[in-house]
Nanobody
Framework: EVHLVESGGGLVQPGGSLRLSCAAS????????MRWVRQAPGKGLEWVSS???????VYSDSVKGRFTIYRDNAVNTLYLQLNSLKIEDTAMYYC?????RGQGTQVTVSS
């Protein structure tokens, strides 16, 4: 069974940074394309970034240059480094494998 557990969210001021983690189990993580998606209050799910098994990252235009996705296959963990955070980055962040998402971790950017 696919199991994803996100952590690392919190409250941060504009311009601040956070690192999100996603611990994965129940599938072969090293060969999986992984994604980060987010959902802001009152809005739909938004794709943020993807990382293939070969290590090629892709980002949405809204986060490109500010967020970095990476993985550690030795510990089956996906990461998302969030820098230069903006108020509009406030959302619940989920990691996703195929159709499965974790419970999410809340990121709130506020002064």
């Amino acid at each position: 069974e696919v199991h994803l557990v996100e952590s690392g969210g919190g409250l941060v001021q504009p311009g601040g940074s956070l690192r999100l983690s996603c611990a994965a189990s129940g599938f072969t993580f090293s060969t999986a394309t992984m994604r980060w998606v987010r959902q802001a209050p009152g809005k739909g799910l938004e794709w943020v970034s993807s990382l293939s098994s070969g290590g090629y990252p892709v980002y949405s235009d809204s986060v490109k240059g500010r967020f970095t996705i990476y993985r550690d296959n030795a510990v089956n963990t996906l990461y998302l480094q969030l820098n230069s955070l903006k108020i509009e980055d406030t959302a619940m962040y989920y990691c996703q494998y195929l159709a499965t998402r974790g419970q999410g971790t809340q990121v709130t950017v506020s002064s």
